[in-house]
């Protein structure tokens, strides 16, 4: 399963609006969107990604970590993990 699938599933379990995430990230509540709906042929940027989940609720944050299993994210050189702020 991929993360923005991941999203999708915890947005809409706690009835969060894409509205409300891009109100408190900044992100264009469209691209959000294109994003979660894969509609999007670039990949999702490590930070824009970090951005979208620090932004959810607790429960919500946690439970999404839970399902992705503490996924690492690959950059060219690195190895990142988001971890909230």
Known sequence: M???DILRQILDKY???EIEIARRTGINQ???SRYINRRDKKDIQVGTLCRL???LP???YFEF????AL???KTEDKEE???AE
């Open 2 to 4: 991929e993360p923005q």
């Open 15 to 17: 009835g969060i609006k």
């Open 30 to 32: 469209t691209r959000i």
């Open 53 to 55: 989940v620090n932004a």
């Open 58 to 60: 607790v429960e919500a």
């Open 65 to 68: 970590w839970t399902q992705m």
């Open 71 to 73: 996924v690492k994210v």
């Open 81 to 83: 993990v988001c971890l």
